[in-house]
């Protein structure tokens, strides 16, 4: 059983925590059905609203934070009540479809130049006319994704195979091993080996328990002692995705924030080692009249890496 459990963490095909999807189809939803997550989240999406409304009567900084939001968009913007919900359509389909895809920072250009073309224009004509190119765009895209744990080819080029714990943590050096089990703490370290594209790999990872959906893993290429480490992570499991960079899959991991709120976070190989290239919060913001879960993401480049 716990050969099985080991063979699904590593082969990286383990279902964390995710949006839930009803049995009807997707639809973009209309802005009163996005009613959840922070105040800033909600400004973004629906820089028009009425903030009073959304039990911020009083607060100063929220106050000033919507009059900030108002204050970017062409005068008359929020007198109009079909350009303000194509506002709010436009926005959520630019950050909802930014937690869809798997290579974010891609289209995080795209939304950056949509925003570009949008931030030029001075009066509502302009703004509906880029809404609605946003709109064409990205409709098709939400609509069609479907987001689910990455099932890549993986890492391994055969199922990996069960190592003994003192062997693995002596191949690493002392440092390593004491570092490994002093973070394990209480959980079990596992180890499994397996061929690469590389060459071979060392996978080590402590065990999870209870509800737990996260736990540290490591990753090491072992063409020679010690092993080089290629990735360390404190929310695993680790994911392989369709992309590769420098001979090697990219890689994402999905750390559980809250019940509302997940981190997700996108790696590449240089060449010598996994570099974080790009993070992003998903955020639950209500439900489409399907029950389909309403996540938005935002994100950030953290790395840039050439592939060659």
């Not at 279902?15 to 800033?40: F, M, N």
């Not at 002392?174 to 570092?179: E, F, S």
Request: aromatic share 6%; proline share 6%; hydrophobic share 40%.
């Amino acid at each position: 059983m716990k050969r099985n459990m080991m063979l699904l963490i590593w082969a990286w095909v383990l279902a964390l925590a995710a949006p839930a999807w009803a049995d009807g189809k997707r639809l973009i939803p209309r802005s009163e059905q996005a009613t959840g997550g922070y105040l800033s989240s909600q400004l973004l999406l629906k820089p028009c609203a009425d903030i009073d409304a959304l039990g911020f009567a009083g607060d100063e900084t929220a106050q000033r934070s919507a009059a900030d939001a108002r204050q970017a968009l062409p005068a008359g913007t929020c007198e109009n009540g079909a350009l303000v919900e194509k506002l709010f359509k436009a926005r959520f389909l630019q950050h909802a479809t930014l937690a869809m895809v798997y290579t974010p920072w891609q289209l995080d250009e795209q939304i950056a130049r949509q925003q570009r073309a949008i931030g030029r224009c001075r009066d509502t004509q302009c703004l509906a006319r880029e809404l609605d190119r946003v709109i064409a765009v990205l409709a098709p895209v939400y609509l069609g994704a479907r987001r689910q744990w990455p099932r890549g080819k993986g890492l391994c080029s055969a199922d990996p195979r069960q190592t003994p714990v003192s062997q693995a943590l002596a191949l690493l050096g002392p440092d390593a091993a004491n570092a490994i089990s002093a973070t394990c703490a209480e959980s079990e370290v596992n180890a499994q080996t397996c061929r690469g594209p590389q060459g071979p790999l060392l996978l080590v990872s402590c065990g999870l328990s209870g509800n737990q959906v996260n736990s540290d893993q490591w990753l090491f290429l072992a063409r020679k002692t010690p092993p080089e480490p290629l990735l360390a992570v404190e929310d695993g499991p680790v994911a392989v995705l369709a992309t590769t960079c420098n001979g090697l899959p990219d890689l994402m991991t999905q750390a559980r924030v809250s019940a509302g709120e997940q981190y997700v976070s996108y790696y590449r190989y240089d060449g010598r080692a996994y570099r974080q290239l790009y993070a992003q919060s998903h955020e639950f913001v209500g439900n489409d009249a399907h029950g389909n879960d309403l996540m938005i993401a935002q994100g950030r480049a953290e790395a840039r890496v050439v592939c060659r």
